[in-house]
Structures are given as structure tokens and as C-alpha cells.
């Protein structure tokens, strides 16, 4: 009775994460969700962030890092619910598809100094999961898109995850890439500009 239970559980779950792509998908086609920029803390953006999923990353004995050493100024004018959607969205794929005991990285780091009150952050997710094929890459952020490999087979989802995230991305004036490995892993790159509300006397960064 208890297996029987816990199915149910992880069935309801998986409908309920579908419904909500289907939903998200749908008021983005429509021009119903809009950009809502306030005041926001990366740094502790990115903790909160590290927090929620630890327990999922635990749960496969998943080393789950986070580097904040970066982030010089972490005070701007964001979207902190569509920023957070967008790691989450990547993070929690790149713990999906990464093998018990793996690594999966989450790096945020601020590249340059402000210019004319804005700088560009960098949002850096790798692990070294499963993979993906340069033909399915080509068509990673498409609809209803699923490689039909069979390590991929055994995580099925709605298709519509990194559609979505690539949208949330764009929507704030931004860009997502991904690089990948088939069995060595895969790495997200989301770059997006943000306006800083408080520029620090010294900020020595980028490459």
C-alpha cells in the first residue's frame, strides 16, 4: 500500500508540473506575464536557490555547489521570481539528468564594472550528467522537445522546461547557452544585464 501510494504521490506531482508548464507556456504565447523589476540581493538569491534544492540533490547523493565569490555587487533592479524561475528551471535539470553521485555547479559572478548603472551577471549551472547529442541541442529550447535517448527515456517531463526558461531569459533582455557532452555533462550559460542600485568603491572582475 505504501509503494502504491508513494506512485500516486510522484503521479500527481508530475501532472501538477505539467499543468503549470502548460500554464506558463501559455501566458507568455499571450503577452500576459510581464517583466516586474524591484530591488534584489543575487547573493542571497542564489543561497535561497542552493537551499531549495539540496534536499532533491541529497536525495541522489548529489554534490550541490554554489559560488558566490564573484558577485562583487549583488544589489540590482531584477525580476527575482523570473530570475529564480530560470535557475531553478536549469538547476533542477542538470540534477535530473546528473547520476547519483555526481556534482552539479552553480556560479554567479558579475562580469566588469557598471557602466551607466548596469552591468552584465553571469549565471554559470554545470554538471556532469548524462549529456545531450549535438542534434538534440539544436533543439533543446523547442516545445514539447525530448531527446528519445534511453538514459532520457527513464526521466520523462512535459517537454516545455527550458522553452520556457529560454523565454523567461529573453524577457529580461538576456541570453541562455548550453554546451554539452554526451555521458561527461552539460553546462547552462544565462547572461543578463541588471541595473545596479549601489556601485562599490573597488569591484576588480571579469575574465
Keep these: 500500500t505504501k509503494r502504491y501510494l508513494e506512485k500516486i504521490i510522484l503521479s500527481g506531482k508530475n501532472l501538477l508540473s505539467l499543468i503549470n508548464d502548460v500554464l506558463d507556456m501559455s501566458s507568455i504565447e499571450n503577452g500576459k506575464l510581464a517583466v516586474h523589476?524591484?530591488?534584489?540581493?543575487?547573493?542571497?538569491?542564489?543561497?535561497?536557490?542552493?537551499?531549495?534544492?539540496?534536499?532533491?540533490?541529497?536525495?541522489k547523493e548529489i554534490q550541490l555547489l554554489l559560488d558566490i565569490s564573484r558577485v562583487a555587487h549583488?544589489?540590482?533592479?531584477?525580476?527575482?521570481?523570473?530570475?529564480?524561475?530560470?535557475?531553478?528551471?536549469?538547476?533542477?535539470?542538470?540534477?535530473?539528468?546528473t547520476n547519483n553521485g555526481g556534482i552539479v555547479h552553480l556560479r554567479g559572478e558579475q562580469k566588469g564594472v557598471a557602466v551607466d548603472g548596469?552591468?552584465?551577471?553571469?549565471?554559470?549551472?554545470?554538471?556532469?550528467?548524462?549529456?545531450?547529442?549535438?542534434?538534440?541541442?539544436?533543439?533543446?529550447?523547442?516545445?514539447?522537445?525530448?531527446?528519445s535517448s534511453d538514459a532520457r527515456t527513464l526521466y520523462r517531463g512535459s517537454g516545455l522546461g527550458m522553452a520556457?526558461?529560454?523565454?523567461?531569459?529573453?524577457?529580461?533582455?538576456?541570453?541562455?547557452l548550453v554546451k554539452s557532452?554526451?555521458?561527461k555533462g552539460t553546462t547552462f550559460v544565462v547572461g543578463i544585464p541588471m541595473k545596479v542600485t549601489k556601485v562599490p568603491k573597488q569591484a576588480i572582475l571579469g575574465e
Design 164 to 176: 520556457i526558461t529560454k523565454r523567461y531569459v529573453e524577457m529580461m533582455g538576456g541570453s541562455i
Design 118 to 147: 548596469q552591468a552584465l551577471y553571469r549565471f554559470q549551472i554545470a554538471d556532469n550528467g548524462i549529456g545531450m547529442s549535438k542534434e538534440f541541442m539544436e533543439h533543446l529550447f523547442d516545445e514539447f522537445t525530448q531527446e
Design 74 to 97: 549583488s544589489r540590482v533592479l531584477s525580476d527575482p521570481i523570473l530570475l529564480q524561475r530560470v535557475l531553478l528551471n536549469s538547476l533542477s535539470n542538470s540534477i535530473k539528468y
Design 37 to 59: 523589476e524591484s530591488p534584489c540581493d543575487l547573493v542571497e538569491l542564489l543561497k535561497s536557490i542552493h537551499e531549495m534544492l539540496l534536499p532533491a540533490a541529497k536525495q
Design 181 to 183: 557532452t554526451k555521458d
